[in-house]
């Protein structure tokens, strides 16, 4: 901001660091707020839909990633500018609150901004403008839960849920394995869901990745991976019938917490230490086989002496077991965490089927794999492949389809995809255009317009003629009255979004509607940007 | 040639600035219009948002306290606003921006005066007696809420909340919130109504319409050891035992110094150390505690202790957090557990561990004797969140103040418009130059109503003329004429249209505002000393134009 003068000519300073300020205002900062969301959008537009591209994004670090999930890839881009940023956080706010649909809510905003730098070009007044898409949004959503189908997540081996997992899998690298990969995250999903309450604990599905084999190799385990092995290498690799026992206190002479010296003045007492100290092992050793355990996991580490002494007694054990596998173990083999020795007894031992340490390849990596635990309530997803993005974009894959049926565990109403609601939504909301009498009509319409941007971003996506394949299926919703015909983005000859069987939860795309005309809104609300001059 | 001139006379450091007589008055008001005009825009319900960045970290907001604070503004003069607009907020939440642009619109006023050679305190006094007039006929417009029946009582704060959120990025939900946060104000006691006993937490993601309302306390999940989740996570009726207490096994004292002669003895002491732990975890389960709280950390033993015994305890809750529990489930915070007394547990209708977003929340509903209420806000972006926060804020405060004057004015610049008319009305029977500063003092309330107009694109001096015309018409039916904003005509009777403000209100920023004024038109002099040393070396400031001190003028 340049400095202002007073009637005398003379300078004076109302901000701190006035010259370096830079200040917008009116029309101008809308526009630059404007085009610095829709770069944003625009960026993520072509990773849309089943046929959408990946990004690749070096971090300043150097690591690489390659992904087409909307919510990573514009955390990744360490966006500055901050309007943009806004976008950002409306991306991970749909992760955070649906998992799923990040991209298309981002280029929902983006297309409703574009729409609305053309009528604010025509002088209307920005708060008219999202007066409008509000009144827009509200028959979006109501249309929306009209045309919303309830679907019997039970029937048919659980298919539906199967189904939409495979949707959300569609515009991923593993859509070739989709069907697979849908079967192992309903499967994940339906073992911790508590279909009584409704509610899936996530952090009860515990996704592990490990580069080498392929994507197909991913499998399920009914247990618990862990990312650790046997303290000694002549330990048993396998324990049947296994009966843990959790301690969370090391194998070592108890310590106080007092800070404390030893001083030793004679031999003889070095001796009496000395052979206290194997005391206390042969004691722990025994304490725990006593109460029956067959093998003991430690979240701290052995002395070397008592390791050796695990291992004449036969007692496989684990050490260094971190805080958050002792908690899932626990829960998964109902254990309790065994706080000191003299504490164990046999009720505290949790009982798993089978513990056994597996091998990966050539390499020399093991992992401890806990199986068939006596209430398995956490299960662990093993993801394989041929490289660590891919691993890494798998996860992010699986992550997406879990989230998407425990959704739908949740709210089992479902709405077709291929674009297919939208533009069902897109005519309702042109329909109601034509009732609103006052300047809003034309923001009404704008939002219309803006919804069936979608569509049209799949279409292009997939190689075909946006215009025409948008137009015949808008005509085709109209004359056969039916909300489910979409784009047929993989080719399969049909339009009705029902046989090709592209389910999506109507939670998110309610949240999808909601939440990025609730972003654009206040966009448009901002007339003024004061912000430190870079430049 | 120096000889001729006179020496000269250092009387203040070097690098001082000073500035006098009536062009410094002038320069204050001109610094006071360029602050007040960054607010300007953000009045009334069309009223825009501001975005400010402040190093990496981005606002936006339409509260004029907010917005001024995060300008940082350093003109001396201009601080004098800022603080007027801090001073309504604190005192009533509410209204900053109008008090700012009244004091902005009084000094602008002021200024013509100033320049033909008023005496500054000629201005002072004039203003100084319109505003006793002003406040007295106030007190004599506003209208006695009848609310006898509690219903028309929340009636009339719902309307209060919702005009208060009218120029907010919640203006869409108002209805909704405005029921939220009166029944958040009904909750508390209603003889303190202390603020603090509203905790408003934010959870991004989710529409705003997903937000909700505690009748007790809710907060998030606290850091976790190992065992946690083997806790239940859902009583009704619990026992909630509240501890400032540390539950951990650790060293007692840090210096102590214990000797002991024999190995046997060391384990002694590992015993005692467990002892001491376990003793104080026994005392809590003997007492029938089902839900242990503490402001310090219970560690990973006492969690699994609990988990073993069916006991839910969550360490370092927030200090807040911890007093509205004590407040909602009438129990009380213990710092030891020694005679650890039953009758000082809360209870709760229903406690629960719910996922809310990203999050895992824990709820304290159906308080038997809460006197507290949380609100929990979604929302898409964390600025979304924060500026809601901020409005809801501000309803708050005025359903508070609604809650115990119960005496309302209506909004929409009517107010203001009726006193202006009173004022100019009075000022033809005042003889010297007082007429005319009275009457500038009417001209000057008119701002309100004229920037709202304008800011929602209205012809603003038309709808000032019809405005002006109904008043004067008026008597009883023109009193409340103010600016419409949805309607083809652009004026309304906005009392009729529930347009409520509570007087209280407008009696405090008409009274900040006329001090403002008055303070900044009688500084005739500022001496700003230079900053120390070294950083005038490190960023040397250039004010070209400004004569060194001393010389000759």
């Avoid at chain 1, 591209?53 to 909307?70: C, E, F, I, Q």
């Avoid at chain 1, 799949?458 to 190689?463: F, I, R, T």
Wanted: glycine share 6%; proline share 4%.
């Amino acid at each position: 901001m340049s400095l202002a003068f007073d009637d005398y000519g003379r300078p004076y300073i109302i901000l701190r660091d006035q010259g370096q300020k830079k200040r917008m205002k009116g029309l101008e900062a809308y526009k630059s707020n404007i085009l610095a969301a829709k770069a944003v959008a625009n960026t993520l537009q072509s990773s849309l839909g089943p046929k959408g591209m990946d990004k690749m994004l070096v971090s300043p670090d150097g690591d690489v990633s390659v992904t087409n999930d909307g919510a990573t890839i514009v955390e990744k881009m360490e966006i500055q500018h901050p309007t943009a940023k806004l976008l950002v956080e409306l991306s991970q706010s749909q992760d955070a609150e649906i998992g799923d649909g990040t991209t298309g809510v981002v280029v929902l905003a983006g297309k409703l901004l574009e729409q609305a730098l053309t009528l604010l070009d025509k002088g209307i007044h920005p708060l008219k403008i999202s007066d409008g898409f509000d009144r827009a949004c509200d028959v979006a959503i109501k249309h929306l839960e009209s045309i919303a189908e309830e679907i019997d997540i039970q029937a048919n081996d659980h298919e539906a849920l199967i189904q939409a997992a495979c949707t959300a899998l569609g515009s991923k690298v593993v859509s070739k394995r989709k069907r697979e990969l849908g079967k192992i995250a309903v499967t994940a999903v339906l073992d911790v869901a508590d279909l009584k309450r409704k509610d899936v604990n996530l952090d009860l599905i515990k996704i592990q990745t490990k580069t080498g084999g392929s994507v197909e190799d991913t499998r399920l385990i009914s247990g618990i991976l862990i990312d650790k092995d046997m303290s000694h290498p002549q330990m048993q690799k396998e324990v049947k019938d296994a009966k843990i026992c959790l301690l969370t206190c090391p194998f070592e002479p108890p310590k106080p917490k007092t800070k404390h010296n030893i001083n030793i003045s004679s031999a003889e007492d070095y001796k009496k230490l000395y052979q206290q100290e194997q005391q206390y092992f042969v004691e722990m050793v025994k304490l725990v086989k006593d109460s029956g355990a067959n093998i003991a996991l430690c979240q701290w580490g052995f002395d070397d002496e008592a390791n050796h002494l695990l291992l004449q007694n036969d007692l496989p054990a684990v050490r260094w077991v971190s805080g958050t596998d002792v908690e899932l173990i626990a829960m998964a083999t109902g254990a309790r965490i065994i706080p000191r020795f003299q504490e164990i007894t046999p009720e505290k031992l949790g009982k798993a089927g089978c513990i056994k340490e597996v091998q990966f390849g050539t390499s020399n990596e093991r992992m401890l794999v806990i199986e068939n635990c006596q209430c398995t309530k956490a299960v662990t997803i093993l993801i394989r492949g041929g490289s660590q993005m891919i691993v890494d974009e798998a996860k992010r894959s699986i992550h997406d389809a879990i989230c998407v049926i425990r959704n739908l565990i949740k709210d089992n109403r479902i709405v077709y995809g291929g674009g297919s609601a939208e533009l069902a939504c897109a005519l309702q909301v042109l329909q109601y255009a034509d009732e609103v009498s006052s300047v809003e009509q034309y923001a009404v319409r704008s939002f219309a317009d803006a919804l069936e941007g979608i569509p049209c971003c799949l279409a292009d996506n997939c190689g075909l003629n946006p215009i025409t394949s948008v137009a015949q299926a808008k005509s085709r919703q109209l004359t056969e009255k039916n909300p489910r015909i979409g784009i047929d983005c993989m080719e399969l000859g049909t339009s009705d979004m029902k046989e090709q069987k592209i389910y999506e939860t109507l939670s998110s795309k309610k949240q999808q509607i909601q939440l990025a005309t609730q972003v654009v809104k206040m966009i448009l609300k901002i007339d003024d940007v004061i912000a430190p001059d870079d430049y | 040639m120096s000889q001729f001139l006179q020496p000269t006379i250092l009387l203040l450091r070097e690098g001082t600035d000073t500035s006098q007589g009536r062009a410094q008055i002038v320069s204050n008001i001109n610094a006071v219009q360029a602050v007040a005009d960054v607010v300007k825009s953000t009045l009334g319900p069309r009223g825009m948002d501001k975005m400010i960045q402040t190093g990496p970290k981005v606002t936006i907001s339409n509260d004029g306290a907010t917005i001024l604070n995060l300008l940082e503004v350093v003109h001396p003069a201009a601080r004098v606003l800022v603080d007027i607009a801090k001073s309504q907020d604190d005192e009533v939440g509410d209204g900053t921006t109008s008090t700012t642009l009244l004091a902005a619109e009084l000094l602008k006023e002021a200024k013509p005066f100033i320049e033909e050679g008023i005496h500054p305190q000629i201005v002072i006094q004039g203003y100084r007696k319109a505003l006793e007039l002003a406040l007295e006929k106030l007190e004599g417009f506003s209208i006695n809420i009848s609310r006898d029946s509690p219903q028309e009582k929340r009636d009339t704060l719902l309307k209060c909340a919702q005009t208060a959120l009218n120029s907010k990025l919640l203006a869409n939900t108002k209805q909704f919130f405005s029921e939220l946060v009166v029944s958040a104000v009904e909750k508390l006691d209603p003889n303190i109504l202390d603020r603090d006993l509203i905790g408003i937490k934010n959870v991004t993601g989710g529409s705003v319409n997903d937000s909700f309302l505690v009748d007790g306390v809710a907060f998030k999940k606290t850091f976790s050891y190992a065992g946690f989740e083997q806790q239940p996570k859902r009583f009704e009726n619990p026992k909630i035992c509240l501890l400032n207490l540390e539950l951990e096994l650790k060293s007692e004292k840090e210096n102590a110094e214990i000797r002991i002669e024999k190995p046997e003895e060391y384990q002694q002491i590992v015993d005692a150390e467990w002892a001491l732990i376990y003793e104080k975890l026994d005392i809590i389960v003997k007492a029938g505690a089902q839900i242990v709280l503490s402001k310090l950390p219970i560690g990973d033993l006492a969690t699994q202790y609990f988990a073993d015994r069916n006991i839910f305890c969550a360490g370092r809750v927030p200090q807040e957090d911890l007093l509205r529990v004590q407040k909602a489930t009438g129990g009380q915070v213990q710092t030891t557990v020694n005679g650890l007394n039953p009758e000082t547990f809360g209870t709760c209708g229903l406690f629960e561990e719910v996922q809310v977003g990203a999050e895992r929340y824990n709820l304290f509903k159906n308080c038997p004797q809460s006197r507290t209420a949380t609100i929990v806000l979604r929302g898409g972006a964390e600025q979304f969140i924060q500026e809601a926060e901020r409005s809801l804020n501000d309803a708050i405060m005025i359903v508070r103040r609604c809650f115990k004057a119960n005496k309302i004015v209506a909004g929409g610049g009517a107010i203001e418009l009726e006193l202006s008319r009173y004022l100019r009305h009075y000022a033809r029977s005042v003889t010297g130059k007082t007429q005319y500063i009275v009457n500038s003092f009417a001209k000057a309330l008119e701002v309100i109503p004229r920037t709202i107009a304008e800011n929602a694109g209205l012809n603003s001096i038309e709808i000032m003329n019809k405005l002006r015309q109904r008043h004067a018409q008026g008597g009883e039916e023109g009193r409340w004429y103010g600016v419409d904003i949805n309607g083809a005509s652009g004026v309304c009777d906005t009392h009729s249209s529930f347009v409520w403000e509570p007087s209280l209100v407008k009696r405090n920023a008409l009274c900040s505002a006329t001090e403002a004024a008055c303070a900044i038109l009688s500084i005739d002099e500022t001496v700003k000393n230079p900053k120390s040393d070294q950083d005038t070396k490190m960023k040397p400031r250039g004010q070209p134009g400004r004569p060194p001190m001393g010389m000759r003028r």
